[in-house]
Structures are given as structure tokens and as C-alpha cells.
């Protein structure tokens, strides 16, 4: 299924990366010049997440390796507690400004003095990462048990994800579908942003579409830009929930606002359009500037169109085949790009290389 492919790559498959091609195309050119076309080629696969970890935990990569179908864990998103403690906030705060040794002492002594869910999951976050000490997925592992144990839905979400990526223990999916669910019930929406994911999937859980779309929903209310990109792709088409291209557009405006650079192209090319919403070529066009100096191929790809084609920015063929020869190098070719730019000059066929070797310089 085209939806199921496209979000599970996007995503790199867990957390907070989404990778996918725009789909939507801007107007074509003149005939002399090569069509910004709507269908892109494929991306390379990439792993940043949590992406990069954008949010707090890290992406991962699950073993491909799945057992079959778990039970559907029931999921009631309600608010979680706030926080009093002004103890737990130094804990918090002394890890903010890099103070791991600090963050550590204060953490464990909370932990063993108080009991402390949220003080445990800071212990098992920095032995993940091996901040202040050496890192022990172990140990992470039984912190976060101790939290989760607790109540905490940090503690859950961070134990899922190691059980996903089999650190600290063997992979086991159906526990981390477990945990995720226990952690969205608590308001967590990275669990929930997850926990869709493998009802999309399909492997771990029963594929359940309608399921994903509002666990989805529930993730992107809560601002996740990730979230707010799939369920965009939902209704752009009709997965999981009624089609409805204005809703689509308005996820990708707020995804495209949180910075996330798949839906900033997207939305661009809805904006060029003029699809689901007013039509605006400068903002359009601006979007996809700024998405192509974070070296999205579409986005570069894309740019290169308009800068040699003059519709929507004014023609700068030089500038149009510097993209274009950076977006091929990242796998992004394009023959009729090739062929409007072919008659550039030795001089400007030069500066556009130099302007290719500086930027790829500082990647």
C-alpha cells in the first residue's frame, strides 16, 4: 500500500524523521525548459532522528526480525500530572546545562531516597547516552524498568525503545507495543506518534489504519511536527481517514512552521499550486530555498527548476545548475534539467561547479 510504504520510510521507521518525496507538483515550465514535475524520484533512506533527535528520545531502527500479531493494547489518551517537585526540576536542570555528574548525583539520590519515577528515568537516560558516566544499556534499561514500574511516561516511551532497537536486552516488540500504548494512555505523544507507527506497520500489531490516523492525531495535537506530517499524507490520501487536501495542507503549514523539512517542500508545492490552499509563488519558492540549503534533494531539485525555468524567482541558469548538481549527488537526477542547462557556457558551467565544490565542502 502506497500510504504504508511511503510513512514507514519516511519515517526511517521509528521516530521522528520523516524522509519522503514531495508529491504534489508545481506548474510546469515553459517548454524549453524541463517541468517541475510532481512525481519525485526516491530518497535516500536516513536515520537522524528521534529524528536526530529532534525530540527527546533517540530514533532507532528496529530489528526486522518481528514476532507475529500482539493483542491491540487499548489506548485513552489523558492528560499527565505536572510536576511539583522543585528537586526533580534541579535534576532536570543540572542535565539542561550539561552538568551530567550533577544531574546524576542529584538523580540518584531521589531515586534511592525517595523513590523517585522521574529521577529514575534521568538515571536511565544518562546511561543510554553515557553522559557524566560510561554508557550501559543494561543499567539504562533497569532504570527505566524502575521508572515505568512507577508510573512514569518517559520511563515507558525510553523503555520501548530500547526494547525496539534490542538494546539492554533482547528486541521484544510486543513488549515495546506494551509500553508505548501505557505511555500514550499517559499523554505522551511521542509514544503515540509511535505506537501508530506499528499499527501501520503491521507486523507487531494488527495493521489498523483508522487506529494509526488517530493515535496520529493525537500526536500531532500535541504539536509533533512528525505527526503532524503523516496525518497529512493520510488525508492527502483518503488513508485511515475521509480525503480532505485543505486538512492535509493545513498539517503540512503547521509541520512546515515546526521545521520539518519534508513538509516545507510539500507545502511549497501545494502553495505554487495553489492546492488547498491561496496560491503563493514567493512563499512558495521561498520554502524551497530554505528547504534545499538543508539539503533536501526534492527541494533542490525543485529549485533548480524554477531558477531555470524564471517562473517564480528570475531565471538564474548558473544558480539553477548548481542545485541540480547537488541534488544528483544525492541521487536526485533529472535528464530534462540536463538538457535545458546543456547550453551553458564553459565560464558559467564553472562557476556553478565551484559553487557545488564550497557547498558540498561544508557538509
Given at each position: 500500500?502506497?500510504?504504508?510504504?511511503?510513512?514507514?520510510?519516511?519515517?526511517?521507521?521509528?521516530?521522528?524523521?520523516?524522509?519522503?518525496?514531495?508529491?504534489?507538483?508545481?506548474?510546469?515550465?515553459?517548454?524549453?525548459?524541463?517541468?517541475?514535475?510532481?512525481?519525485?524520484?526516491?530518497?535516500?533512506?536516513?536515520?537522524?532522528?528521534?529524528?536526530?533527535?529532534?525530540?527527546?528520545?533517540?530514533?532507532?531502527?528496529?530489528?526486522?526480525?518481528?514476532?507475529?500479531?500482539?493483542?491491540?493494547?487499548?489506548?485513552?489518551?489523558?492528560?499527565?500530572?505536572?510536576?511539583?517537585?522543585?528537586?526533580?526540576?534541579?535534576?532536570?536542570?543540572?542535565?539542561?546545562?550539561?552538568?551530567?555528574?550533577?544531574?546524576?548525583?542529584?538523580?540518584?539520590?531521589?531515586?534511592?531516597?525517595?523513590?523517585?519515577?522521574?529521577?529514575?528515568?534521568?538515571?536511565?537516560?544518562?546511561?543510554?547516552?553515557?553522559?557524566?558516566?560510561?554508557?550501559?544499556?543494561?543499567?539504562?534499561?533497569?532504570?527505566?524498568?524502575?521508572?515505568?514500574?512507577?508510573?512514569?511516561?518517559?520511563?515507558?516511551?525510553?523503555?520501548?525503545?530500547?526494547?525496539?532497537?534490542?538494546?539492554?536486552?533482547?528486541?521484544?516488540?510486543?513488549?515495546?507495543?506494551?509500553?508505548?500504548?501505557?505511555?500514550?494512555?499517559?499523554?505522551?505523544?511521542?509514544?503515540?506518534?509511535?505506537?501508530?507507527?506499528?499499527?501501520?506497520d503491521g507486523q507487531t500489531l494488527p495493521q489498523d489504519l483508522k487506529r494509526a490516523a488517530e493515535l496520529f492525531r493525537l500526536a500531532a495535537d500535541a504539536g509533533s511536527p512528525e505527526a503532524q506530517y503523516a496525518l497529512a499524507t493520510f488525508y492527502k490520501e483518503g488513508t485511515g481517514v475521509p480525503k480532505d487536501i485543505e486538512k492535509a495542507v493545513q498539517l503540512l503549514q503547521a509541520a512546515s512552521l515546526a521545521d520539518n523539512v519534508d513538509a516545507e517542500v510539500e507545502y511549497a508545492i501545494a502553495l505554487y499550486n495553489g492546492t488547498g490552499t491561496p496560491?503563493?509563488?514567493?512563499?512558495?519558492?521561498?520554502?524551497?530555498?530554505?528547504?534545499?540549503?538543508?539539503?533536501?534533494?526534492?527541494?533542490?531539485?525543485?529549485?533548480?527548476?524554477?531558477?531555470?525555468?524564471?517562473?517564480?524567482?528570475?531565471?538564474?541558469?548558473?544558480?539553477?545548475?548548481?542545485?541540480?548538481?547537488?541534488?544528483?549527488?544525492?541521487?536526485?537526477?533529472?535528464?530534462?534539467?540536463?538538457?535545458?542547462?546543456?547550453?551553458?557556457?564553459?565560464?558559467?558551467?564553472?562557476?556553478?561547479?565551484?559553487?557545488?565544490?564550497?557547498?558540498?565542502?561544508?557538509?
Amino acid at each position: 500500500m502506497k500510504v504504508l510504504r511511503s510513512i514507514l520510510i519516511l519515517t526511517g521507521f521509528l521516530m521522528l524523521t520523516a524522509k519522503a518525496a514531495a508529491q504534489m507538483s508545481l506548474a510546469p515550465p515553459p517548454a524549453q525548459t524541463p517541468p517541475v514535475s510532481s512525481k519525485p524520484a526516491a530518497k535516500p533512506k536516513t536515520n537522524t532522528p528521534a529524528a536526530a533527535k529532534k525530540p527527546a528520545a533517540p530514533a532507532v531502527t528496529p530489528n526486522s526480525a518481528t514476532p507475529g500479531p500482539a493483542a491491540t493494547p487499548a489506548v485513552t489518551v489523558t492528560p499527565a500530572p505536572v510536576p511539583d517537585d522543585s528537586n526533580v526540576d534541579l535534576v532536570f536542570g543540572a542535565y539542561q546545562r550539561g552538568l551530567y555528574k550533577t544531574s546524576f548525583d542529584l538523580a540518584t539520590r531521589r531515586a534511592q531516597e525517595n523513590g523517585d519515577p522521574k529521577a529514575m528515568t534521568m538515571l536511565g537516560e544518562l546511561y543510554a547516552n553515557g553522559f557524566g558516566i560510561k554508557r550501559d544499556d543494561a543499567k539504562a534499561a533497569q532504570w527505566y524498568r524502575r521508572a515505568a514500574d512507577g508510573g512514569d511516561r518517559e520511563g515507558m516511551f525510553e523503555l520501548a525503545m530500547l526494547r525496539l532497537a534490542g538494546r539492554g536486552g533482547p528486541v521484544d516488540r510486543e513488549e515495546a507495543a506494551k509500553l508505548l500504548a501505557s505511555s500514550a494512555k499517559l499523554g505522551n505523544p511521542k509514544a503515540a506518534y509511535n505506537l501508530a507507527l506499528l499499527y501501520l506497520d503491521g507486523q507487531t500489531l494488527p495493521q489498523d489504519l483508522k487506529r494509526a490516523a488517530e493515535l496520529f492525531r493525537l500526536a500531532a495535537d500535541a504539536g509533533s511536527p512528525e505527526a503532524q506530517y503523516a496525518l497529512a499524507t493520510f488525508y492527502k490520501e483518503g488513508t485511515g481517514v475521509p480525503k480532505d487536501i485543505e486538512k492535509a495542507v493545513q498539517l503540512l503549514q503547521a509541520a512546515s512552521l515546526a521545521d520539518n523539512v519534508d513538509a516545507e517542500v510539500e507545502y511549497a508545492i501545494a502553495l505554487y499550486n495553489g492546492t488547498g490552499t491561496p496560491k503563493d509563488v514567493p512563499a512558495a519558492v521561498a520554502l524551497l530555498r530554505k528547504a534545499a540549503k538543508q539539503n533536501n534533494p526534492i527541494a533542490q531539485n525543485r529549485l533548480a527548476r524554477v531558477l531555470a525555468s524564471g517562473q517564480g524567482a528570475p531565471v538564474d541558469k548558473v544558480e539553477a545548475l548548481k542545485w541540480h548538481i547537488i541534488a544528483k549527488t544525492a541521487g536526485k537526477g533529472d535528464p530534462a534539467l540536463d538538457e535545458a542547462l546543456a547550453g551553458l557556457s564553459a565560464e558559467d558551467r564553472a562557476k556553478a561547479e565551484v559553487a557545488v565544490r564550497r557547498w558540498l565542502s561544508t557538509k
